[in-house]
């Protein structure tokens, strides 16, 4: 790693913050701990740009994400701000650094795999993009680790649900595809299909698919807020996973290829009432 890479950030920012996210970050958490949800919040944001930046190539995509990983570890003080927030934080906190370096490696596939050819290469990719993101904060609440499978499930849902809903985009800007392969095959549709203008049978069929795999995933899911001792942490999982639900309905009832399938404030209305049950 050169000298002039150590004391350069190499870290980008897309503009995007925690209002640009589907569902809520950090909102609810109590506010001694909102900052350290936050910290991480912003290291896995400027990763995730990073991976998606269409003016990086993959090679230097991927020293960039080595240069976080040596801040965030302690073998470097230089090139990475966020990464150095972040390390501070598990410092204090005592959370491992094991979510945060496992988000690094689905980046750094991000920068050289742009296709998926089955569901389980999928999934496997939600093991390190998706699923530490929960476990992050559960370890930061000092949560039971009982409450892991459904976060898991939860979490996976959310990734996969962003691809459905993002997949025409992630197409023509990054040649980046996340629906698998086989699945298209046997739904007798390709990639192409996504750079129509509405979607076509072939690719309704593979949508459909996928989301009764987020149903399933969505029932995992409903346990997450029963099994959350801290009260705040307890309700905005609870917004959560019926945002997730409503979601899951929503795509289910358009067209993401013919425009953005996205959440309303109606949705997040009935999400808040309906979560209010496990306020006790």
């Known amino acids: 790693m050169s000298e002039t890479r150590d004391n350069t950030n190499v870290e980008t920012w897309s ?3 925690r209002n640009d996210e589907n569902f809520p970050v950090g909102v609810l ?5 909102r900052r350290h949800v936050h910290s991480f919040y912003m290291y896995a944001r400027n990763a995730d740009d990073i991976a998606d930046s269409p003016d990086l190539a993959a090679e230097d995509k991927i020293a960039r994400l080595d240069v976080m990983e040596a801040v965030l570890l302690g073998h470097s003080d230089h090139g990475a701000p966020s990464a150095l927030a972040l390390r501070a934080s598990l410092a204090e906190t ?3 650094t094991t979510h945060a370096t496992d988000l690094l490696i689905a980046f ?12 389980d290469e999928l999934y496997d990719y939600c093991r390190n993009s998706a699923m ?3 476990r992050h904060v559960l370890d930061l609440h000092g949560e039971d680790r009982a409450t892991w499978a459904p976060s898991d499930a939860l979490c996976t849902v959310l990734q996969v649900l962003n691809h459905l809903q993002d997949g025409s985009k992630d197409l023509r800007a990054m040649d980046r595809c ?5 699945l298209m095959r046997q739904h ?4 192409d299909d996504l750079l129509g203008k509405a979607e076509t049978p072939g690719l309704r069929r593979v949508i459909n698919d996928l989301l009764d795999r987020c149903d399933a995933l969505n029932r995992a899911a409903t346990n997450l807020p029963r099994l959350v001792r801290e009260r705040r942490l307890r309700l905005e999982t609870a917004v959560i996973v019926n945002l997730a639900h409503r979601l899951t309905t929503r795509l289910r009832n358009g067209d993401p290829v013919g425009t ?8 997040a209305a009935f999400s808040s009432l309906a979560a209010l049950r496990f306020l006790p």
């Open 29 to 33: 958490v109590t506010p001694k701990l």
């Open 15 to 17: 503009g995007k913050g």
């Open 94 to 96: 005592g959370v491992t």
């Open 188 to 191: 007798g549709t390709g990639i």
């Open 132 to 134: 530490p993101v929960g």
């Open 178 to 182: 996340y629906l698998p392969d086989d």
């Open 260 to 267: 953005r399938v996205k959440l309303t404030k109606t949705d």
């Open 108 to 119: 750094r596939q991000d920068a050289v795999k742009h296709r998926y050819e089955t569901w």
